[in-house]
């Protein structure tokens, strides 16, 4: 597949970028500023680009067969995600790309019950996570409306870190995923390797799907 991702060189991004090239996907990375391209893999093509802009996100998705949106606004801007998904979506509105979006766990439900969302239980987010985890609950609505393009909307667990490609996890759909002792987390590696999985095999269009050990 010819696969573009935005924000590249980030976390998740770069892991993205790794797992699709391993499966012998072509793969433009995009990062904002031209001095990440040092961070990029030699195989994928560089381009610069902000997924804010729409005139971006046409350019870069224009004759693909995928894009994917692993960007994080810097703190104090959680706000911006909601202005690039609208860009995304109207810019692959137009190209009618697929778009596949790491997003957040805070619209996930949980609990006994499933009546209490991820943002507003203090186990899985801290004071200092609310911020994003509210933008990301904001983020989802958007998704949830979209009706022109076909998108998937990924939700972390709780925890996402660096960690190893084991390929070994649970996929879920509007709940938490928790462990027998209670933890809700996934190693960057295998988010990539979920959301590559996703991209090949389209198991979830117009929905949103979860992970977790
Ligand atoms: N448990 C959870 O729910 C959880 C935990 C962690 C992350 N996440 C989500 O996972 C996603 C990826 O996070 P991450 O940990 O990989 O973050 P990260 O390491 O901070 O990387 C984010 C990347 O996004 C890029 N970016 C920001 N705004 C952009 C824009 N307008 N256009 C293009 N690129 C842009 C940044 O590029 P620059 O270098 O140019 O700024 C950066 O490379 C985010 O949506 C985040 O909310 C969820």
């Given amino acids: 597949m010819r696969i573009t991702v935005f924000g590249a060189a980030g976390s ?8 699709a090239l391993l ?15 040092a961070q990029l893999p030699n195989k994928a093509q560089q381009r610069q680009g902000d997924a804010s802009r729409i005139e971006d996100v046409i350019a870069l998705s224009k004759g693909q067969d995928l894009v994917i949106a692993a960007t994080r606004p810097a703190e104090g801007q959680e706000k911006e995600l909601i202005n690039i998904s609208q ?17 957040g766990a805070g619209s996930l439900n949980v609990g006994d019950k499933k009546s209490t969302l991820v943002v507003d239980d203090t186990r899985y ?20 409306a979209e009706t022109r393009v076909n998108w998937t909307y990924l939700s972390p667990p709780a925890m996402l870190l660096p960690g190893e490609r084991t390929a070994q996890f649970r996929l879920g759909k509007d709940e938490l995923l928790v462990d ?3 933890q809700s987390k996934i190693s960057y590696e295998d988010l990539a390797v979920a959301l590559i999985d996703e991209a090949e095999q389209s198991n979830f269009p117009q929905q949103r799907f979860t992970l977790a050990y």
């Fill in 12 to 19: 998740a991004g770069s892991r993205i970028v790794t797992e």
């Fill in 23 to 37: 499966r012998g996907h072509e793969v433009t990375a995009v990062v904002r500023n031209e001095a990440s391209f």
């Fill in 87 to 103: 860009s995304l979506l109207t810019g692959l509105a137009k190209t009618q790309v697929r778009l596949i979006a790491v997003g």
């Fill in 125 to 144: 987010v801290s004071p200092a996570w609310r911020d994003i985890a509210v933008a990301c609950v904001d983020q989802y609505e958007v998704y949830k």
């Fill in 180 to 182: 027998q002792q209670g």
